[in-house]
């Protein structure tokens, strides 16, 4: 797994030093899930046109990052995420790939 993060483009998402620190800990998964919408953008913009289907993963995990990150900014008080709310177990932006 460490081998995976090492090439994913992020740096690694440590906790405070103070665990109980609710509003420190957002920050670092905020931060985290910034730093995955890049790398999945980054993805999406070299396969657009070339790779469709990697391009369409790679959308959905995007779709998924952006509604991790905008959760966590909402809890941060940085405004409305505007986020829909999920019904049952399954994304609905993945989904179409576990059939």
């Known amino acids: 797994m460490k081998d995976f993060h090492d090439i994913s483009g992020c740096p690694p998402a440590y906790l405070p030093e103070d665990t109980s620190d609710v509003k420190k800990i957002m920050e670092v998964l905020v931060e985290a899930e910034r730093c995955a919408v890049r790398q999945y953008t980054k993805i999406c913009n070299m396969t657009a046109g070339k790779d ?48």
């Open 52 to 99: 469709h289907r990697t391009y369409d993963l790679a959308q959905a995990i995007l779709h998924e990052e952006i509604q991790h990150e905008s959760w966590f900014s909402e809890f941060l008080g940085e405004g409305p995420s505007g986020h829909y709310l999920r019904r049952g177990d399954t994304s609905p932006f993945v989904s179409k790939f576990l059939e």
